[in-house]
């Protein structure tokens, strides 16, 4: 999910110290009742409690990202300084790729959490809206906590994370490697499958230790990029000797890839120069063909071979579907973006 955070920091408009924590209990009882002292304490707490509520880490479960909460003597200087000096109001939410990186984006702003401080829906569609999350995060949540995370904690030390996404990229190298040899493409399909829980694996791994890099999601997201462009390839190679193959598909197929990671990676590197908020949220805009719907592509051609030109007009349309859509939110920003550069 290109543009996603990785760390999500939620900004109390308390402090943690007794006097603090007093002094909340002071606002929250003044504070009338149709509005709120703190909204994401209200949100993750569920009023003057000192324990988050049930309904609070439900939802927390179904973010894809590292939560950290923190109270305003808890910032560090990088997130103070960030919120001074883009003159934000507590509370509030940022962004982070990774705790190793400087570059924090505003996620949902003190008017955004009013509106959902009493809603723990409400809160993940916000998220849903952002990107951050999507349907079937929410849907496949259940079966990642019961299942990778588990076996992530049970992971030996001696095993790193880096260890694990380098194992992920062998599994799909062989599965491209044999999706060319026909008769092994059940064997394929294995391997590829062996990827995508691996892929899961070291990052729920690296969470679960507090190791998460920036490098590490670099190399992970470089390895999920030479196997998405190879795929499709070995399969259309593989078949053919049996199938007449649509190579203009294909090259479509490829084209669409590289077009769709241009506009991701120009937005997300203009937005991070100019932590421009408008910019962020294209980034991080749902598109027709997202992780799972491309997963789920890629698997049918190893399931069926045969069907490869089916498949790579089906995803080339739904991925160029998604680039118009977010080349259709990008203009008009980047025209105010201009506007407002000219008049300064």
């Not at 049996?242 to 490829?254: G, H, K, N, S």
């Amino acid at each position: 999910m290109t543009g996603s955070p990785s760390v999500i920091y939620i900004l109390y408009n308390a402090k943690a110290s007794l006097l603090g924590k007093l002094n909340y209990v002071c606002r929250k009882l003044s504070t009338p009742a149709d509005q709120s002292a703190c909204a994401a304490c209200d949100l993750t707490h569920g009023g003057l409690r000192l324990d988050e509520s049930a309904e609070w880490k439900a939802t927390k479960q179904k973010i894809p990202a590292q939560v950290k909460q923190l109270h305003t003597d808890e910032l560090t200087p990088e997130l103070s300084d960030f919120v001074s000096t883009n003159k934000l109001r507590y509370p509030v939410v940022l962004g982070q790729d990774s705790e190793s990186e400087s570059t924090l984006k505003v996620l949902l702003t003190s008017e955004d959490l009013a509106g959902v401080s009493k809603n723990h829906s409400g809160f993940l569609s916000l998220l849903l809206e952002l990107g951050i999350v999507d349907m079937f995060d929410i849907s496949l949540r259940g079966w990642k906590d019961g299942v990778v995370d588990p076996i992530s904690r049970g992971v030996p030390q001696s095993i790193t994370p880096g260890q694990i996404t380098f194992s992920a990229f062998v599994c799909g190298l062989l599965s491209c490697f044999l999706a060319t040899r026909p008769g092994y493409e059940n064997v394929a399909l294995a391997f590829w499958v062996l990827n995508r829980f691996l892929d899961c694996l070291d990052g729920s791994l690296a969470r679960a230790r507090g190791c998460a890099t920036q490098l590490g999601g670099f190399l992970d997201l470089l390895s999920d990029f030479i196997i998405y462009s190879l795929l499709p390839i070995s399969v259309a190679r593989g078949q053919s000797e049996f199938v007449l193959i649509d190579w203009t598909a294909l090259a479509l197929l490829e084209a669409s890839f590289h077009v769709n990671n241009f506009v991701l990676f120009y937005v997300a590197a203009v937005a991070a120069d100019k932590s421009d908020g408008e910019l962020t949220s294209v980034t991080m805009k749902p598109a027709l063909i997202e992780g799972f719907e491309s997963g789920l592509l890629f698997t049918m051609m190893l399931i069926w071979p045969a069907r490869i030109n089916v498949w790579s007009r089906i995803m080339a349309a739904g991925v160029a579907f998604g680039t118009a859509q977010r080349v259709w939110s990008l203009v008009p920003i980047l025209k105010r973006f201009d506007a407002r550069k000219k008049a300064e």
